[in-house]
């Protein structure tokens, strides 16, 4: 079992639909991390949170370290949304992280 | 600052051959990363750098893979020799504490 699980693997939207992507972590985390990848794309941070909840325009991310687990959610989303979303942990004191194996979002007009 | 740059951006090399791939962090971090990224098994740690020193290589696939840091501003990632297992996008990131910024990465092609 990863220590890392996302869900799901694969969505697909509308435009304007609110999108929640979750992650959950089985091992004590410092810090969540969400990063976001354009196909072909490079790999962009979009939050790192290590409690309660963060928001970017359109993007919010909140954290249960209770129960080990973070969501995504995208309100009013728009096909430039389209991505892979990837869920990651650093663990201890460490800086390494460990990803979950992504969410593949494709959002259409 | 330009961020994180990495060269080149795209290799295709024969079976057999030495891939040296780049890596320049951003000024005044001190950690370095190498991941490796393919359909199959998503993004893997290979090794990572804090403060020129290889802390945790255990994602180094086999003796065929090296990295060096010589300075805080430089970085490479061997391969030698190369098989076509090997293709993948290569990442490189940089942090200063635990937000990592990534390089656009090195898309290998061993033929």
């Known amino acids: 079992k990863n220590e890392v699980e996302q869900s799901p693997q694969n969505l697909t939207a509308q435009e304007e639909e609110f999108i929640t992507i979750n992650c959950s972590y089985s091992?004590?985390?410092?810090?969540l991390h969400w990063l976001q990848q354009h196909p072909g794309g490079g790999i962009v941070s979009l939050f790192m949170?290590?409690?309660g909840k963060k928001k970017h325009g359109r993007l919010i991310a909140t954290i249960n370290i209770q129960e080990k687990h973070s969501s995504l959610h995208i309100t009013a989303s728009h096909p430039r949304d389209s991505a892979v979303y990837i869920c990651a942990v650093n663990t201890g004191t460490a800086s390494k992280l460990t990803f979950g194996t992504g969410t593949r979002l494709q959002v259409t007009l | 600052d330009a961020g994180v740059i990495q060269s080149p951006r795209h290799e295709v090399t024969e079976m057999g051959q030495e891939v040296t791939l780049r890596c320049k962090p951003i000024s005044g971090h001190n950690s370095l990363f190498w991941y490796r990224q393919t359909m199959m098994r998503g993004l893997e740690l290979l090794i990572y750098f804090n403060n020129n020193v290889p802390i945790d290589d255990s994602g180094m696939p086999e003796d065929r893979f090296s990295a060096k840091m010589p300075n805080a501003s430089f970085s490479t990632l061997k391969i030698q020799p190369s098989e076509p297992r090997d293709s993948a996008v290569y990442f490189c990131?940089?942090?200063?504490?635990?937000?990592?910024?990534f390089g656009p990465g090195t898309r290998l092609t061993v033929t």
């Open positions: 091992v004590g985390i410092s810090a």
């Open positions: 949170l290590s409690s």
């Open positions: 990131a940089s942090s200063y504490w635990y937000e990592q910024y």
